[in-house]
Nanobody, 126 residues
Framework: VQLQASGGGSVQAGDSLTLTCATS????????LGWFRQYPDKEREFVGS????????FYADSVKGRFTISRDNSKGTVELQMSSLQPADTAVYYC????????????????????WGQGTQVTVSS
């Protein structure tokens, strides 16, 4: 399974932006897809995740109410819809996949994810 994140760009504070994570190589068979972001010289931090079969979503407190994750199993894609963007959201965003079932509390832990895509830069200016 390969992951490809796209949709990053430069926007103004308050704007919206949608990132897409596309999978390729194999049938979209991962258990869950997650989004993480990384600031310069910082560890990657959890943004949100979605369980492929059920559609159950989880979000970091910092993005709740502003970001929404959705999936299209037929296309093998997962979207991260970001609204009310703030300069603090400026980061490189990564999508990642967990291939086998994992407990809900583990979905926010980067080390649990098996596959990672390349990052896409999101820059929010004030």
């Amino acid at each position: 399974v390969q992951l490809q994140a796209s949709g990053g760009g430069s926007v103004q504070a308050g704007d919206s932006l949608t990132l897409t994570c596309a999978t390729s190589g194999l049938t979209f068979s991962s258990y869950a897809l997650g989004w993480f972001r990384q600031y310069p010289d910082k560890e990657r931090e959890f943004v949100g995740s979605i369980v492929r079969r059920t559609g159950k979503t989880f979000y970091a407190d910092s993005v709740k109410g502003r970001f929404t994750i959705s999936r299209d199993n037929s296309k093998g894609t997962v979207e991260l819809q970001m609204s009310s963007l703030q300069p603090a959201d400026t980061a490189v965003y990564y999508c990642a996949a967990i291939l086998t079932p994992a407990p809900d509390h583990a979905l926010g832990v980067g080390a649990v994810y098996d596959k990672w895509g390349q990052g896409t830069q999101v820059t929010v200016s004030s």
